[in-house]
Nanobody
Framework: VQLQASGGGTVQAGGSLRLTCTAS????????VAWFRQAPGKEREFVAN??????????NYADSVKGRFTISRDNAKNAVYLQMNSLKFEDMAVYYC???????????????????WGQGTQVTVSS
């Protein structure tokens, strides 16, 4: 199983980026997929997840990104996206997508419940 995160880059504060997570070896719609981020010197933190389609495919967000970020799927492309709007300096980090093999009760916001990870994509926010 391989996940690949892409779409990072440098954007001015207030700007937008869309991250893409693709997979080989798994059909993403059958799994809960999440985005986490990690800034230098900090722990990996939850950003958003999207439930497997069979459970409604709903999104769940960290409070810090709610209303600015949107997670979505394109099942035909086996991809999960993270649309990031109104970017702030504190959003700057390496962003990782993760895939959980099992559906668990609860919000699934801990990194430990995700079994596979992409390599990360850097998001830099400039002034």
């Amino acid at each position: 199983v391989q996940l690949q995160a892409s779409g990072g880059g440098t954007v001015q504060a207030g700007g937008s980026l869309r991250l893409t997570c693709t997979a080989s070896g798994r059909t993403l719609s059958r799994h809960t997929v999440a985005w986490f981020r990690q800034a230098p010197g900090k722990e990996r933190e939850f950003v958003a997840n999207i439930r497997r389609s069979a459970y409604g495919g709903s999104g769940n967000y960290a409070d810090s990104v709610k209303g600015r970020f949107t997670i979505s799927r394109d099942n035909a492309k086996n991809a999960v996206y993270l649309q990031m709007n109104s970017l702030k300096f504190e959003d700057m980090a390496v962003y990782y997508c993760g895939l959980a093999e099992r559906h668990l009760a609860g919000p699934m916001t801990r990194a430990s419940v995700f079994d596979y990870w992409g390599q990360g994509t850097q998001v830099t926010v400039s002034s």
